[in-house]
């Protein structure tokens, strides 16, 4: 059973920071590309940014040189510095993380995903 747990949303004022967080935990063989997604309401789920495990990062448009995804592989955690927001930055964030874990002897690779946490930048 793999877990991935995110903390770090809250309610900030636009032009403001925040600092999300993810962590995964359970029968972990490896983990590949983590990444952090969103969804506001009425609209498709889009990806934010995402991380190889090589530290190789890949940004939405939308966020450049505003966030910026890490991680910490003896952790197995990612994280997403949010500088600058904007009210159009207001969404639920998703963790995601493709996460391989062993079984007898075999190695299966698999999405998952986080429970979501609300991101709300709004004066």
């Known amino acids: 059973q793999v877990q991935l747990v995110e903390s770090g949303g809250g309610l900030v004022q636009p032009g403001g920071s925040l600092r999300l967080s993810c962590g995964a935990s359970?029968?972990?063989?490896?983990?590949?590309?983590m990444g952090w997604y969103r969804q506001a309401p009425g609209t498709e789920r889009e990806l934010v940014a995402t991380t190889s495990r090589g530290g190789e990062t890949n940004y939405a448009d939308s966020v450049k040189d505003r966030f910026t995804i890490s991680r910490n592989n003896a952790k197995n955690a990612v994280y997403l510095q949010m500088n600058s927001l904007k009210p159009e930055d207001t969404a639920v964030y998703y963790c995601?993380?493709?996460?391989?874990?062993?079984?007898?002897?075999?190695?299966?690779?698999?999405?998952?995903w986080g429970q979501g946490t609300q991101v709300t930048v709004s004066s």
């Open positions: 995601h993380a493709v996460i391989a874990t062993l079984s007898l002897d075999l190695v299966r690779e698999m999405d998952y």
């Open positions: 359970g029968n972990i063989f490896n983990i590949n590309d």
